[in-house]
């Protein structure tokens, strides 16, 4: 499990997006996505690009994650081989749990991601913290062959994350590299609470000396 501290100097987009926007999604939802002009900026913490095949398509998966100041951000994108036998229909990000998480799509490039063609249709969330972008409400806005999706982007309260799983579907599924936020394990919180506790032995000793040190000025 890989972990962040917090960035106070987090990099900002130069359009604000207000939070009205937002494409929230609880559990057991499904819901249009937020078209924003550009991605959001941060410090970037990870990103992993995955060459996949099947049958009736090849393509580059990409995915990265970035720490906003106030939680995780999580970006997926894929791009379709002009040689695939298909179209693309579903994207999935796994591992989400309880997390709070608003969707974006952007068609902005940025990082790894490629200017996108192909706009997410709808985004839903299982009870289960598997996320899914759709490509296919009609039969005619998959991610055909040559073309790159719009980037997904899933807006978390997560501070920490850990290795997960990008999965790209039509007739066939596929897996590629991704990620995912995390709980921290039992042993982080006890040495952030350690942490802790030092500075404030620190501050209360610093404390008793400066009282000591003005009583014998005093004196």
């Known amino acids: 499990m890989k972990l962040n501290t917090p960035i106070f100097a987090a990099l900002l987009i130069s359009v604000s997006v207000s939070s009205a926007w937002a494409t929230d999604i609880p559990p057991a939802s499904s819901q249009a996505v937020t078209i924003v002009p550009t991605f959001f900026g941060g410090t970037l913490l990870d990103t992993a690009i995955t060459q996949v095949s099947t049958p009736s398509y090849t393509g580059w998966a990409r995915t990265a994650v970035y720490d906003s100041g106030t939680g995780l951000d999580f970006y997926y994108q894929f791009s379709n081989d002009a040689t695939s036998r298909s179209g693309i229909e579903r994207l999935t990000a796994f591992d989400y749990g309880t997390f709070t998480v608003d969707a974006y799509q952007t068609t902005a490039a940025f990082g790894i991601f490629v200017p996108g063609t192909e706009n997410i249709d709808t985004v839903d969330r299982g009870t289960l913290g598997v996320i ?62 350690l942490g802790i506790g030092i500075l404030g032995w620190v501050r209360r000793n610093k404390s008793q000396q400066a009282r000591l040190w003005n009583d014998a000025s005093s004196k």
């Open 132 to 193: 899914g972008f759709n490509f296919l409400p009609t039969g005619t806005t998959k991610i055909e062959p040559g073309k790159s999706s719009f980037t997904g982007i899933l807006r978390t309260n997560a501070h920490h994350y850990t290795t997960g799983s990008f999965g790209i579907i039509d007739g066939y599924a596929a897996n590629a590299v991704g990620f995912a936020p995390a709980v921290p394990e039992p042993e982080t919180y006890a040495m952030m609470l």
